[in-house]
């Protein structure tokens, strides 16, 4: 492993605190740091090094998979953090950096190579980056990385200004984009699942499947959030980024290599396939949108959206939005993809559902048998594994047909404790492999996608449906998969 000195801008925020630290602190426990490295949390508040390193230490006690139960073992990792208050705006505290970086450089051994965590506003990247550069922290013979959050721009005219800030300081190559879904373990098995396996990648096409769904369905509200979600709701907040890389990677054709740029060119060969919704009533007729009023959950009452802090009172912002997409290519041309997500649903859950079609000609469909389709399923969270729904005799029946599961539930059989998202993205990062991470074009594609229904929705106000909190959301979801035949599977 390259040595690395990495940079925590926000190290007093949440993002470091739940995922980063706890990530560092997993990542150092299975050797995977190397030896060479040092971590320089940034932040303007004052803070010593010694208070910052208790800081550390907490969050990995509230959040780590590992505990930390070696007193040398955790003095030799967390000795390797040191804060330095900052503000990005001072072009001399950039100065002050590069002389500490340079320190850490030499003492760690780390080559030069340096690692930038912005978890921070996305209107401070800019500046961030230019002040790098102006201070002299990229005059390294290493390798220099810039990992920045989500959301990337408002719009694709937002995201377009906000990239080419970026570009100025660094390369494409070297801009580690985050989506941390295309971290989670289970969305990274769907290309395995699918291009590993001689019995599904026959079946993955037009020919044998219905539809396929894909569900993100939150139980939480806004929380702390409602002044960012406000601005942004459902579509650009999960549509934009986490369900259009799920639908990615369903559809891709596989990749000649396996390598970041083979895989991300198929992927956006989808977007560029995607059909536009072009026209108000093509808008309508293929997006739901809606809102949280008032409800419940377990005989808890639930406060409406309009009700959250930092939420205007008459928001018309979605928390739930659904759509019905199409893959205009030879493989997908006419199967649906079905899309939703919304805060204050009944379940925490992330499922894609492959739904197949029937054979033809089913002689148990002829007797009038009640025969359900066969179902692949994949549970990214919180619940991890796969499952395939088919069509079994009853035992001992006279011929009843019923569906069984064959299930193969990882969080049951290789233990619920597999690495969270932010530790494979870091790790990635480090080892400069950006198979993971959002290029530009797959970015400008999807707002380009999306930028048409933002659009298009203001144009009709009565759309939003309100639906209480706690329920599965507006009925219009149920009616535009009726419409073509289907229903939503369950969730699990
Ligand atoms: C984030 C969204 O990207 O993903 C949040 O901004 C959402 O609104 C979160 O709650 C969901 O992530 P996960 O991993 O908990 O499903």
Redesign the pocket.
């Known amino acids: 492993m390259s040595g690395t000195v990495f940079f925590i801008f926000g190290a007093t925020g949440d993002l470091a605190k739940r995922k980063l630290f706890p990530a560092f602190y997993s990542l150092y426990r299975e050797g995977k740091l190397g030896d060479n490295f040092a971590v320089v949390g940034l932040a303007r508040r004052p803070r010593t090094n010694e208070q910052f390193q208790a800081d550390v230490k907490h969050s990995i006690g509230e959040f780590a998979r590992y505990k930390i139960d070696n007193e040398e073992n955790w003095t030799s990792f967390v000795q390797r953090f040191e804060y330095m208050s900052l503000d990005i705006n001072n072009i001399e505290n950039f100065h002050q950096l590069k002389k500490l970086t340079d320190g850490l450089d030499e003492k760690y051994e780390t080559g030069g190579n340096r690692l930038f965590y912005l978890a921070l506003a996305p209107e401070l990247f800019g500046n961030v980056s230019a002040n790098l550069r102006e201070g002299g922290l990229m005059d390294t013979t290493g390798w220099h990385r810039l990992v920045i959050e989500?959301?990337f721009g408002y719009d694709l005219a937002s995201a377009e200004k906000l990239n080419e800030q970026l570009r100025q300081v660094f390369e494409e190559k070297d801009i580690y984009r985050i989506?941390?879904?295309l971290g989670?373990e289970m969305v990274q098995n769907i290309e395995f699942v699918r291009f590993a396996n001689a019995f599904f990648e026959p079946l993955w096409n037009k020919t044998y499947i219905a539809n396929i769904q894909i569900t993100?369905s939150?139980t939480?509200g806004?929380e702390e959030?409602g002044g960012?979600?406000d601005q942004?709701g459902a579509l650009r907040?999960?549509g934009q980024?986490?369900m259009l890389q799920m639908l990615m990677m369903m559809a891709m054709e596989p990749p000649s290599r396996l390598n970041a740029e083979d895989i991300r060119d198929e992927k956006v060969k989808v977007l560029r396939s995607l059909r536009l919704l072009e026209t108000v009533e093509d808008v309508r007729s293929n997006t739901v949108r809606g809102q949280y009023t008032t409800g419940g959950s377990n005989g808890k009452p639930l406060p409406a959206y309009r009700q959250e802090d930092s939420v205007q009172p008459e928001s018309t912002t979605e928390t739930y939005f659904a759509a019905r997409v199409f893959v205009d290519n030879f493989r997908w041309a006419g199967v649906p993809f079905y899309i939703r997500t919304g805060?204050r649903l009944p379940v925490?859950t992330?499922e894609v559902v492959v739904e197949f079609k029937n054979i033809p000609d089913n002689v148990y469909l002829a007797k009038k048998h009640d025969l359900q389709p066969n179902l692949l399923v994949f549970r990214?969270?919180p619940l991890e594994g796969i499952y395939m729904k088919m069509n079994v005799k009853k035992p001992g029946s006279e011929g009843v047909i019923i569906p069984i599961a064959m299930d193969f539930c990882q969080s049951c059989q290789i233990g619920i404790n597999t690495p969270e998202?932010y530790e494979r993205l870091l790790h990635d990062a480090q080892r400069g492999d950006s198979t993971y991470f959002t290029r530009w074009d797959e970015v400008a594609l999807a707002w380009q996608y999306v930028d048409r229904i933002a659009k298009v929705w203001p144009l009709s106000p009565e759309d939003l449906s309100m639906y209480p909190a706690g329920s599965w959301g507006p009925e219009r979801a149920q009616e535009m998969l009726a419409e073509d035949g289907f229903k939503w599977w369950p969730v699990n």
């Open positions: 989500k959301p989506d941390h879904y989670k993100l939150e939480v806004v959030r960012y979600y942004s907040d999960m980024n986490h805060k925490k992330t990214v969270n998202a």
